[in-house]
């Protein structure tokens, strides 16, 4: 039977708006829903019901007024432990930051907050933000609601198990190499990373800064439509922040893709790509040329060294903002003495920080190096520019671009955790659009043989949100697929 925990948030917009249900009935399915089945997810860190009580509560009374109320109040969600919540423990995965509570909000929360949104709970993710299978998290791993035996993908994998078990409506993930489409993917939800800047840093934990975008996963593009109009628009606060107002990304949803150019990327159908992800990804390619795009072969000649040159400038970046982790201005200290503060921060960082973080901070660290920097991060940042002009030669002939999101659908736990390549492959499809800064979504087309989910990958120019959400929504309204993990049985 279907609850409310199950609908769209613009399913339970219109209740709410109607007064079909209240938002404490909305919030209190949620919350049921993660007590019946999170000891079997594991997908929240931190949950906050006596927060969103009393945040419902509020919304009821207000709207009992008769006052109007944006189409994201009263709705259950969900963020990805690196958002800093004013009074609300915010760990990153890891032990070095296990109990700080920060003092003010990310603009990304605060908007939502702003606008009446409920917030249930932190998220489970990589640690850092650094993975791809959410087996990173010092707290223990995320299973995936279609196999609990399974990922769900990284590192906003929390996030993405949350919105798929019904546990909230929809999250906010950070997408830095592909952590918001990958998991969206894996799990059977539609995972958005805007244009880079088009949503406020500002209070995000970082990670890679070049690279950090705020992204949302949903259960419908239009909920992720109606997430983007809220979190857009320029905030002073983030000096990589894009001039412009909120926009209503809504407009235009229901336009079809007649006439729309989409390529089919030729480097992303190789060695590598499972049979059933071909096969679903194929499929849908044939529905939106039916649907009545015009569908070609497109190329990025240079999309083979987007990973080599992510892993170069990813690491580098990390190496320099992790620097600030050491042990005396807030979070996780080693104990005992110590012969000198070299001393106390290497134990400190040595067990504060875990094994893929460690990985990741010498390598940046060892590319950022006298002797080193123009043979590594150097030639890597022209590799980025390359990218990023296969993509603006491509987007001459096309209106968007397609692809699969990953190449495999969700593997075992601990299938791949001791083989850093084969694990850092899993985002090789969707690491062009994070080192371009174009905006990229994830659209579930179908499943594989053994009932796992697939995502389609599109990619459009930089601010095409609009067309890009577009073309998703033609596309999900023509598959009309159903998809409920065997969780929820």
Known sequence: ??????????????????????AVEVLESSLGRADAIDDRVGAFLTRTPELALERAEELDVYRATGAPLSPVAGIPTALKDVFTTNGVRTTCASLILENYV????S?????????????????????????SSNENS????????WDPTRVPGGSSGGSAAAVTAGEAVWALGTDTGGSVRQPASLCGVVGLKPTYGLISRYGLIAFASSLDTVGTLTRSVRDAATLLSTLGGKDPRDATSLDGDRLDYTAGLDDGVSGLRIGVVAEASGEGV????RAAVGAAVDRLAALGADIAEAHLP??????????LIAP????????????VRYGFRAGGAHADSIAMMSETRGQGFGAEVKRRVMLGTYALSAGYYEAYYGQAQKVRTLIIRDYETAFEGFDMLVSPTSPTTAFP???????????????????????SGMPAISVPCGTDAQGLPVGLQLTAPVLGERTLLRAASALEADLGLDLRPPVLA
Do not use: Q
């Open 1 to 22: 039977m279907t609850e409310l925990c199950d609908l769209t948030g613009a399913e339970l917009s219109a209740k709410l708006a109607s007064g079909a249900v209240s």
């Open 102 to 105: 920060p003092p003010y909000d």
């Open 107 to 131: 603009t990304a929360w605060a908007r939502l907050s702003g606008d009446g949104a409920v917030l249930v709970g932190k998220t489970n993710c990589d640690e850092f933000a650094m993975g």
């Open 138 to 145: 010092a707290f223990g791993p995320v299973h995936n609601p």
């Open 274 to 277: 499972e049979p059933g992800v």
């Open 302 to 311: 240079h999309a083979e060294y987007a990973l080599s040159a992510y892993y």
């Open 316 to 327: 580098s970046e990390c190496s320099s903002n992790l620097a600030r982790y050491d042990g």
């Open 413 to 435: 736990i601990g299938a791949k955790v001791d083989d850093p390549m084969a694990m850092y492959l899993n985002d090789i499809f969707t690491i062009p659009a994070n080192l």
